[in-house]
């Protein structure tokens, strides 16, 4: 089964980075598309960005595209997110899930997610 571990989540000051990382097992890592997801309070998680399997082709939410780099490293089995110029409203339970093609839903195992607070 698929197993994921989200890292990296801290407290930031607005205009800060952090940078979180996703420890996979369980599957086969480098066939599959990875992403990170995140939920705000009260609010329906959202996907955030996502990466192929190969890291040749990623996709951003409009509202991280040119703040957040998301990558991976397949002999690592691990997936990374570099957020940097950070909002509050970026403030979240960050969670990476994994999915062998986009026309499928990710994961039904997610991991328990890392907390994300940017505060001034």
């Known amino acids: 089964q698929v197993h994921l571990v989200e890292s990296g989540g801290g407290l930031v000051q607005p205009g800060g980075s952090l940078r979180l990382s996703c420890g996979a097992s369980?599957?086969?890592?480098?066939?599959?598309?990875m992403s990170w997801y995140r939920q705000a309070p009260e609010k329906e998680r959202e996907l955030v960005a996502d990466?192929?399997?190969?890291?040749?082709?990623?996709n951003y939410a409009d509202s991280v595209k040119g703040r957040f780099t998301i990558s991976r490293d397949n002999a690592k089995n691990t997936v990374y997110l570099q957020m940097n110029e950070l909002k509050p409203e970026d403030t979240a339970v960050y969670f990476c899930?994994?999915?062998?093609?986009?026309?499928?839903?990710?994961?039904?195992?997610w991991g328990q997610g890392t907390q994300v607070t940017v505060s001034s």
């Open positions: 899930n994994a999915r062998v093609t986009y026309t499928v839903q990710p994961s039904g195992s």
């Open positions: 990466i192929t399997g190969t890291g040749r082709r990623t």
């Open positions: 369980g599957f086969p890592f480098s066939m599959y598309i």
